[in-house]
């Protein structure tokens, strides 16, 4: 199965600020991934498909870029309801899906 | 619009078994796999395994290979879930959710609490 490794587990950042996140697939996965954000309590809420494709709805301070095995979430400047934990999912060769370890990003 | 909702809280006892529910509305459920994740208690999302609401096919991951089946209800659009041999540790909220490549809606989760 594929392994996904997502880096780093956590971050502290402050509103305003430029925010990354990586995912690294073990082998090629195209460009079959997604990503989420996940607030307490809250089911995940998709953001990013087809690794750089925004979710409707989603605003365009969230980007992604990437392809084969080495992806990236970016927020371009942190707004205070974007303090959350995110999780990348590859479903190249599904089933089975994989997700990524998460990303909390804290104040 | 497309919605997944999910049976109530369960509290269970060691070596009990649990049915989570998971009811589609808004688009045809035979023509979308239906696939079930868990998150325990601040820790990451975990892959279950998968159905086909058409064929009733189904895969597992092997960590829970003989502990769960998934099955369901075309005439009601509803995806079930049943784990077995209940232990502490599967502790966890449980998710629906509808996989078009990726994972595209989820359902509002059900949290199974396992305590004797």
């Known amino acids: 199965d594929i392994q996904m490794t997502q880096s780093p587990s956590s971050l502290s950042a402050s509103v305003g600020d430029r925010v990354t996140i990586t995912c690294r697939a073990s082998?090629?996965?195209?460009?079959?991934l997604g990503w989420y954000q996940q607030k307490p309590g809250k089911a995940p809420k998709g953001l990013i498909y087809?690794?750089?494709s925004l979710q409707s709805g989603v605003p365009s301070r969230f980007s992604g870029s990437g392809s084969g095995t080495e992806f990236t979430l970016t927020i371009s400047s942190l707004q205070p309801e974007d303090f959350a934990t995110y999780y990348c999912?590859?479903?190249?060769?599904?089933?089975?899906?994989?997700f990524g370890g998460g990303t909390k990003v804290e104040i | 619009q497309v919605q997944l909702v999910q049976s109530g809280t369960e509290v269970k006892k060691p070596g009990a078994s649990v049915k989570v529910s998971c009811k589609a509305s808004?688009?045809?459920?035979?023509?979308?796999?239906i696939n079930w994740v868990r998150q325990a208690t601040g820790q990451g999302l975990e892959w279950m395994g998968w159905?086909?609401?058409?064929?009733?096919?189904?895969g597992y991951a092997q960590k829970f290979q003989g502990r769960v089946t998934m099955t369901r209800d075309t005439s009601i659009s509803t995806a079930y879930m049943e784990l077995s041999s209940l232990r502490s540790d599967d502790t966890a909220i449980y998710y629906c959710?509808?996989?078009?490549?990726?994972?595209?809606?989820w359902g509002q989760g059900t949290l199974v609490t396992v305590s004797s």
């Open positions: 959710a509808r996989v078009m490549g990726p994972i595209d809606f």
């Open positions: 808004g688009y045809t459920f035979t023509s979308y796999d």
């Open positions: 159905m086909n609401p058409n064929s009733g096919y189904t």
């Open positions: 082998q090629d996965i195209r460009n079959d």
């Open positions: 087809a690794a750089s």
């Open positions: 999912l590859q479903h190249n060769n599904y089933p089975p899906l994989t």
